[in-house]
């Protein structure tokens, strides 16, 4: 009977310790910081309580997220250092250098299926593949350059020069979104058409200038981090703008 009693009681600890076991919690400005360091992409769950509104939806998100980083905090002292002042669903990014901050309480209502879309949209990493939800993201970014590497996922080279472009990314962060286009598919064939390629003449690098609406191919060659350092550099100093004739598309659209 004591066996069962013990067993019983285990079994409800365990239960209840599984509803955010897999979330580490957050106890001080500190521990933050390092979370926040450790990862491209860092989520936190600023609640108050375990039954604060939307605590659920949250931790359902999470979990459809992994493995993107999400930690939960309730700390105050912790919310004092982002300016948190209610329950609130924090990204944050290195790669433009970027907090996102999702307020709670300003929502009627709170989803997983929208947390969902929330997380995804502002998963912008180093290297972003280009999709349709990313594209959100990238183009509400203040980062208005575009570094891409318009690339057939899957052939010889391909992680290679992915490994290649993340290495230098990290340089660039806050003046550079470098983007990541597979030429393989086929919802991408318009960006492809906007350099005026096709997947066959790929691998290519360009910039993409969200503000002025231009683009700019790096020449044919080898992709280098130094050619590609050189091209990226040659843009933030003005020089590729002057040597350089950009092409503009013809209709203004994402990519």
């Known amino acids: 009977m004591i066996v069962f009693f013990v067993w019983c009681l285990f079994t409800v600890c365990l239960a209840e310790e599984d509803k955010d076991s897999a979330l580490p919690r957050l106890s ?39 493995p993107l980083p999400v930690a939960l905090c309730s700390e105050k002292e912790v919310w004092a250092k982002y300016n948190i002042t209610a329950d609130t669903i924090s990204i944050f990014r290195k790669a433009d250098l970027h907090q996102e901050h999702l307020q709670l309480s300003k929502a009627n209502k709170v989803e997983a299926d929208g947390l969902v879309r929330f997380m995804t949209i502002n998963n912008i990493r180093y290297i972003t593949e280009y999709n ?70 790929l691998p290519r690098v360009g910039i993409y200038d969200v503000n002025s609406d231009k683009k700019w191919l790096m020449p044919k060659g080898e992709i280098s981090t130094e050619r590609v350092q050189s091209f990226c550099d040659s843009f933030l100093s003005g020089d590729l703008q002057n040597n350089i004739k950009p092409e503009k598309p013809e209709d203004k659209t994402e990519l």
């Open 132 to 201: 349709q939800a990313s594209a959100v993201g990238l183009f509400q970014s203040d980062v208005t350059t575009h570094l891409l590497l318009l690339a057939n996922k899957g052939s010889s080279d391909f992680k290679q020069l992915q490994e290649r472009l993340r290495a230098i990314a990290p340089k660039y962060s806050g003046k550079m979104l470098f983007v990541l286009v597979n030429g393989r598919e086929k919802s991408n064939d318009r960006a492809l058409e906007y350099f005026g390629l096709k997947s066959r003449d």
């Open 28 to 66: 001080d400005v500190t521990a933050a910081e390092t979370f926040i360091g450790s990862v491209e992409v860092a989520v936190i769950g600023f609640f108050e309580t375990d039954e604060a509104h939307g605590y659920k939806e949250f931790l359902a998100a999470a979990k459809e997220m992994k």
